[in-house]
């Protein structure tokens, strides 16, 4: 069913085909949605992620983000936390969008990257030229703009790169930096001047380009314009690269902005220094300079979101075959319904060198679906989080002939939900979507999935590993370690019990399987008895908070019990 449904996306064009940049987990050899990437490293294996440009299918969430936002004040039910984290990770922006013309140099190729590909690029005569877009919601400071940076992926730092082996090297560099914004707001700034320059559309002053790591290229339009005298980001990197400084807004701190930074700097405040807009507050500012760049069609008022697509395309052997079978004549052809499901053949054994499947021909090699002619099937799977997506659906209709039935409509909204707060904005955001789309294909009525929600506390257990091939992790269970504290009890060392040599001490996290943290139940049965299990999991904290295990605490729960025990026999 999640095949024939992503089939039922497809025609509506909620599921599409596009290129573009993606988190890449070099271990799993597979993509990673944004959410699934914590601290720059994958959320399964802990590699650090590279970011590639692949071709991969994308569910258009972004399509409901209006209504996603605006339905959460509707979730009373809902912990206040959860909601503004999915209000946060949604991200409705309100600004303007402005143009920076650009003329590359006589001579340069016109066949540049992205020339053909995307919207800020266009070619007038025999030189390419075109705009430049970025996207801001501080257009009160335009005037103060010293510098434009874009994100290493941008065509145009993609084609000044062509020329320039320093910027090549530079954009590889960035391509292994953090990919969140929470990753690049700590990370140190850096930058490459590309050579080119950019006309400040109402000044007509030429600004250098630069290509900088703390630019994302999937928010917005991948560039931005600098005004370091306003922004603490921009301020770093214009005293680090020497680059001017213009204060254009009065604040509370005065009219200039020496170092070090100060928060005030970012304030609202009176336009100065900004010639036919000084002393104009923010709202005003804002209206005659969007009037004036709409005037030269150079700019516009928009809202914009930080919710991107859902990238479902994972290149690994398990989860969901994507229903499509490529052929060289008909392009990318839906696998018919009466064929489904795609079946995975069971016997593969991934080997870690990528997708098994590709190298599987009697998966591979199949007749298109149109003409009859020799195809390959697709073999990316769906990220496994498809499943978790709508199941409760599918338990309201046990046996059902169709995806869901009536009965569903009956029992839907589920009525008390319970999960973990982590998945915040993955299994929790992705399920709300998902509903969304099945009611708009016909499959319900119901808009929202869950009425109630009780996010409760992780169990959280110390972590231990040894770093092994390929940069992959090999975790390692607290009961295999002999820890070593010191005087106040806080753990300095640790060594593993079967050969006396050293593990690395992973911090305290929750129990899971990928990080070997878990602590067997049978174990604790036979030690202490099922009553003791129970007593310490139930009252060692409260249900929405995180329980740290502690075999101290397991031992304390069974001598209470004891007690107990010995009171009531008297």
């Known amino acids: 069913w999640n095949q024939w449904l992503f089939l039922r996306m497809l025609e509506k064009g909620i599921a599409y085909l596009k290129t573009g940049v993606v988190n890449w987990d070099p271990v799993d050899q597979t993509v990673l949605a944004n959410e699934q990437v914590i601290d720059g490293r994958g959320w ?55 143009g920076f013309p650009y003329q590359l140099a006589e001579g340069e190729p016109s066949n540049h990257p992205g020339a053909s590909r ?26 103060g703009a010293t510098y434009v940076a874009v994100a290493a992926e941008h065509p145009l730092a993609l084609h000044a790169a062509q020329t320039n082996p320093a910027l090549a090297a530079f954009i590889e560099e960035c391509r292994q930096g953090g990919v969140t914004e929470a990753e690049l707001a700590v990370q140190e700034k850096k930058g490459l001047p590309t050579g080119l320059t950019v006309t400040h559309p109402l000044t007509g002053e030429a600004l250098p380009l630069w290509v900088a790591n703390y630019v994302l290229m999937g928010y917005g339009e991948g560039a931005v314009m600098a005004v370091p005298a306003h922004d603490e980001r921009d301020f770093a990197f214009a005293h680090k690269y020497r680059l001017p400084i213009k204060p ?8 200039h902005t020496p170092a070090p930074w100060q928060e005030a700097y ?38 914009i979101w930080r919710l991107r697509d859902w990238g479902v395309s994972r290149q690994r052997y398990w989860g969901t075959p994507i229903p499509i079978i490529h052929c060289s004549e008909c392009g990318a052809v839906p696998v018919p319904d009466a064929q489904l499901p795609v079946i995975l053949p069971d016997h593969l054994v991934p080997d870690g060198s990528g ?36 199941y409760f659906f599918r338990y ?19 009525d008390q939900y319970v999960g973990g707060i982590e998945h915040a904005i993955l299994h929790l955001l992705y399920s709300r979507f998902w509903t969304k789309a099945m009611r708009d294909i016909g499959l319900t009525t119901v808009a929202e999935p869950f009425a109630n929600l009780l996010t409760q506390g992780m169990v959280i257990a110390p972590t231990f590993y040894r770093d092994g091939a390929e940069g992959r992790k090999q975790w390692i269970n607290p009961a295999q370690v002999t820890v070593k504290t010191d005087d106040k009890g806080r753990p300095v ?42 007593l310490f999991i139930m009252f060692a904290a409260p249900p929405d908070q995180a329980l740290e295990w502690s075999d101290a605490g397991v031992a304390g729960a069974y001598r209470f019990l004891r007690r107990l025990w010995s009171f009531a026999a008297e």
């Open 248 to 255: 254009v807004i009065r604040t509370a701190a005065g009219d």
């Open 266 to 303: 970012a304030d609202y405040g009176t336009c100065i220094n900004s010639g036919q807009y000084d002393g104009l507050d923010f709202v005003q500012a804002v209206d005659a300079i969007a009037a004036d760049l709409n005037a030269k069609e150079l700019g516009e008022k928009k809202v």
């Open 355 to 390: 997708n098994p499947l590709n190298k599987y021909p009697e998966f591979l090699n199949v007749p298109c679906p149109k003409c009859g002619q020799p195809a390959r099937r697709e073999t990316d799977t769906m990220d496994t989080f498809v499943d978790s997506s709508w």
């Open 396 to 414: 309201c209709s046990p046996g059902a002939t169709a995806m869901i039935d009536a009965r569903a409509d009956y029992w839907m909204p589920v």
């Open 493 to 534: 060392s640790a060594v593993l019990k079967r050969d006396d040599q050293p593990v690395a001490i992973g911090g305290i996290e929750k129990m899971a399987k990928s990080k070997n943290n878990g602590v067997d139940p049978q174990a604790l049965i036979d030690q202490y008895g099922a009553d003791t299990a129970r």
């Open 118 to 143: 995307h919207p800020s690029l266009a070619k007038e005569g025999n030189n390419p030229s075109g705009i430049l877009w970025v996207f801001t919601t501080r257009a009160d400071t335009l005037m």
């Open 44 to 98: 399964r294996t802990g590699a650090v992620v590279e970011k590639r440009e692949i071709p991969m299918y994308y569910l258009a969430i972004t399509r409901y983000a209006e209504e996603l936002l605006a339905e959460l004040d509707g979730l009373p039910g809902w912990p206040e936390q959860v909601k503004l984290m999915q209000k946060n990770w949604i991200g409705k922006s309100y600004g303007v969008r402005i």
